[in-house]
């Protein structure tokens, strides 16, 4: 028996009317992210070792309590070494500007990036808020402090 899936409302708007690049898509039926999709005027191509900020042509409006993390498409990364350089990216649901994507090219080709081309995803999550409470001590654990590939010695 399969358990139903969450779901919220998310607005999304073309920033430019009339653009035929698609708007973000589940490719799967049991898909966590969807495709975001490149919207430019010219080919852009990023050598190795290139970063560029890839524009979408979208924004979106997010409910209180949720964000949009923005992350690498397995494929690219495998067949390209295309990455993101701050993966996951965060849109927070007060942000209403449009959503770039920050491509790197760790591959050893140039990697020709046109538009319509899905360059990463977009997982909808809800997210809670800390509130901070100073204190002199911490309990401990038997994990203590160790970091950094502790478990590994």
């Given at each position: 028996?399969?358990?139903?899936?969450?779901?919220?409302?998310?607005?999304?708007?073309?920033?430019?009317?009339?653009?035929?690049?698609?708007?973000?898509?589940?490719?799967?039926?049991?898909?966590?992210?969807?495709?975001?999709?490149?919207?430019?005027?010219?080919?852009?191509?990023?050598?190795?070792?290139?970063?560029?900020?890839?524009?979408?042509?979208?924004?979106?409006?997010l409910p209180d309590g949720y964000e949009a993390q923005i992350r690498p498409r397995s494929g690219l990364a495998?067949?390209?070494?295309?990455?993101?350089?701050?993966?996951?990216?965060?849109?927070?649901?007060?942000?209403?500007?449009?959503?770039?994507?920050?491509?790197?090219?760790?591959?050893?080709?140039?990697?020709?990036?046109?538009?319509?081309?899905?360059?990463?995803?977009?997982?909808?999550?809800?997210?809670?808020?800390?509130?901070?409470?100073?204190?002199?001590?911490?309990?401990?654990?038997?994990?203590?402090?160790?970091?950094?590939?502790?478990?590994?010695?």
């Amino acid at each position: 028996m399969t358990a139903p899936v969450h779901s919220v409302v998310v607005k999304v708007r073309r920033l430019n009317p009339g653009s035929v690049v698609p708007l973000p898509v589940y490719m799967t039926s049991h898909a966590a992210g969807m495709d975001l999709c490149a919207e430019l005027a010219d080919d852009l191509l990023l050598h190795p070792g290139e970063r560029t900020l890839v524009p979408t042509g979208i924004a979106i409006e997010l409910p209180d309590g949720y964000e949009a993390q923005i992350r690498p498409r397995s494929g690219l990364a495998l067949r390209h070494g295309i990455a993101l350089v701050n993966a996951p990216g965060t849109i927070d649901p007060d942000y209403r500007g449009e959503i770039g994507v920050i491509v790197i090219n760790h591959g050893t080709e140039p990697f020709l990036i046109r538009s319509g081309e899905r360059i990463a995803q977009m997982v909808i999550a809800p997210f809670v808020r800390a509130v901070l409470v100073p204190v002199e001590e911490l309990e401990s654990t038997a994990r203590g402090d160790g970091g950094f590939g502790h478990t590994g010695k």
